[in-house]
């Protein structure tokens, strides 16, 4: 009995090391599947950032490709459209017939990259100085369709501190530019990483003038949406200066308007018009301007104060707003000379913007031959990506003049004699009141 329970201790001791052995060998193992399974994990991924970037890279060739063809399309453009059934030399009729009924390979095929009976993707092709090939392809890379249309419903654009002036000079599809009835303004287009920081108006009337800022009460940031300027320059067929500078006699006339829009999240406000201060545009649902706002800002007997502009994060653009255009003085509005001027006054910060040209029936009028919109899809292997660009059609013979001069240089210093006017006074608190009774300086 003795000799059994001390073998039997003995085995006891083996069995027990025996476990320690296997829950430490599972242990390694489970440790060396975990990191196993992180290093395919980062390399998986790896792979997919570099597949994505090598297809985010194929469509920007096909933009860039898409610009090319454009440009052969403006030397092409008075040509009659020919259905391009012939052979494989691009004449100038079959480009403009592609751009008039476009398809995902109309670009290769007015580079002449493919065939005209061709409906293969564009490869992108990799060359270096020392290729004796004509290049390579480690990434099976291809732009697979890229469309360009030129009758677009808005005009889209960006406004930044670099580039803070658009000049909107559009061309209607079977409308007259006197046909156009309102213009909806939209503008900083909401995503998941933008937020709201909007100006803290305040319904007190009984503050100062001046109280309305470009930076929320307290932040240090600028307002998010910024605050956006919209210049109306409109005539009749034949007009005279004194026209443009004032407004008709029954106040539902004018040739020009300046209006300047500061959102905020505060609805009553935007509901309330201040004295003096602000005038509030928000009905409830909207923001509209009407006629007699729009002509009242081209009043030179008083002061031309901002628009208080409801904005949410509930729609695409933050801020919208629906204008009802006057008509100039002295006849129909002229194609020639109806534009928009869309600028950020501070500068700052970056945002998009919208245009939608609607007439008395709320029916959008089609822009065509102001814009081209260019939608790219680019391959890399068995990943795609997509690419929604605007490339502005520009009209070389009628330049626009954004400033009126520049300094350029280190040490350049300007002296001049500088007066300004009551004319439009916007009543801003930055930097100093600007208004009151005595504005000359």
């Not at 580079?111 to 293969?120: A, C, F, K, P, V």
């Not at 998941?192 to 803290?200: F, I, P, S, V, Y």
């Amino acid at each position: 009995m003795l000799w059994y329970n001390k073998n039997m201790k003995r085995f006891t001791r083996g069995e027990t090391s025996l476990y320690v052995v296997e829950f430490s060998t599972l242990i390694l193992v489970i440790i060396a599947a975990s990191f196993a399974t992180v290093i395919i994990s980062e390399l998986t991924r790896t792979s997919n950032d570099e597949l994505s970037q090598s297809a985010y890279d194929s469509a920007l060739a096909g933009v860039e490709d898409a610009k090319l063809a454009y440009a052969n399309y403006l030397r092409c453009a008075g040509s009659a459209p020919v259905d391009p059934n012939g052979d494989n030399n691009v004449t100038c009729g079959e480009i403009v017939y592609w751009m008039q009924y476009p398809n995902c390979y109309m670009v290769g095929r007015i580079l002449g990259r493919i065939g005209n009976d061709d409906t293969d993707e564009v490869p992108i092709v990799e060359t270096t100085s020392t290729s004796s090939d004509g290049g390579v392809n480690r990434m099976n890379q291809a732009y697979t369709c890229v469309q360009m249309k030129t009758e677009l419903n808005d005009y889209r654009a960006n406004l930044t501190s670099d580039n803070n002036v658009r000049v909107v000079k559009v061309k209607f599809k079977d409308m007259a530019a006197s046909s156009i009835d309102k213009v909806r303004l939209s503008w900083y287009m909401v995503d998941g990483t933008k937020g709201l920081n909007t100006t803290n108006f305040t319904i007190d009337n009984t503050l100062d003038k001046g109280v309305v800022t470009f930076r929320p009460l307290g932040e240090v940031q600028p307002s998010t949406p910024p605050t956006v300027s919209l210049q109306l320059v409109q005539t009749a067929q034949s007009f005279t200066l004194e026209q443009v500078n004032g407004i008709a006699p029954d106040n539902s006339h004018t040739d020009r308007a300046t209006m300047f829009f500061v959102p905020t999240s505060n609805a009553a406000a935007a509901r309330t018009s201040v004295a003096g201060n602000y005038t509030g545009i928000y009905d409830g649902s909207t923001n509209v301007l009407s006629v007699a706002q729009v002509v009242k800002t081209n009043d030179q007997k008083i002061s031309n104060v901002p628009y208080a502009t409801f904005c949410s994060a509930t729609s695409d653009f933050a801020c919208s707003v629906l204008i009802n255009l006057p008509s100039p003085v002295g006849g129909d509005r002229s194609d020639d000379t109806f534009m928009f001027v869309v600028t950020l006054p501070y500068g700052e910060p970056d945002t998009d913007f919208a245009l939608e040209f609607l007439d008395s029936n709320n029916n959008r009028a089609i822009i065509d031959g102001t814009q081209v919109e260019i939608d790219s899809t680019g391959r890399a292997n068995d990943l795609f990506r997509r690419v929604e660009t605007r490339l502005e059609s520009s009209d070389t013979s009628f330049p626009y003049l954004y400033y009126a001069m520049e300094l350029l240089g280190n040490g350049t210093t300007l002296k001049k004699d500088m007066t300004v006017s009551c004319e439009n006074n916007f009543l801003l608190n930055y930097g100093g009141n600007i208004g009151g009774s005595n504005c000359n300086y």
